[in-house]
């Protein structure tokens, strides 16, 4: 394959794993949305949905992936150059292309990487503020308790059934 074909089908490719990224995006913030109104029926259709989603990201970052890597090899760089350092060797347009494709792209990784921490430090929140309600409500069950050898050992308490909307 030539450069301009290599730059072109690397630009093509970038804008599809933007529009993954974005599209994935968009079901993270429905999902992050859906466990705050605690719709345990919404998250889980959005979770299911997000598979195929994830599985077509994996292929489409492999195919940007073996592009590049071919159009370093076509243009003689070396192992270790980054993408600005490949991208001053195309011609002006292929050139313009994936420059913004390459930024629209770290937008968008940077978007979703943003909603993805929302979503983590709420979850870890809501599980340390529970779990400090319960140690206070059921203070016999707080900390680890060991057995005679000095392993932990579960504690022996009545079943629990938690509301949902705690």
């Not at 290599?6 to 994935?24: C, P, V």
């Not at 919404?42 to 598979?51: A, P, Q, V």
Request: aromatic share 4%; glycine share 4%.
């Amino acid at each position: 394959m030539s450069i301009d074909t290599l730059s072109e089908k690397l630009a093509n490719l970038m804008t599809e794993e933007t529009n993954l990224l974005n599209s994935i995006s968009d079901k993270e913030e429905k999902l992050q949305k859906a466990l705050r109104e605690n719709k345990w029926d919404d998250m889980e259709i959005i979770i299911n949905s997000l598979s195929p989603l994830s599985l077509k990201m994996e292929k489409v970052e492999a195919e940007r992936d073996k592009t590049f890597n071919t159009l370093k090899r076509e243009l003689n760089k070396k192992e270790d150059d980054g993408f600005y350092a490949v991208a001053m060797h195309m011609n002006d347009k292929n050139r313009e292309d994936c420059l913004g494709g390459y930024r629209r792209m770290k937008i968008a990784l940077l978007k979703m990487q943003g909603i993805t921490a929302g979503i983590d430090q709420y979850v870890r929140t809501v599980g340390e503020t529970s779990r400090a309600v319960l140690e206070e409500v059921f203070p016999h069950r707080k900390g680890r308790i060991y057995s005679n050898r000095g392993c932990e050992k579960p504690v022996q308490a009545d079943p629990m059934i938690l509301n949902r909307h705690l």
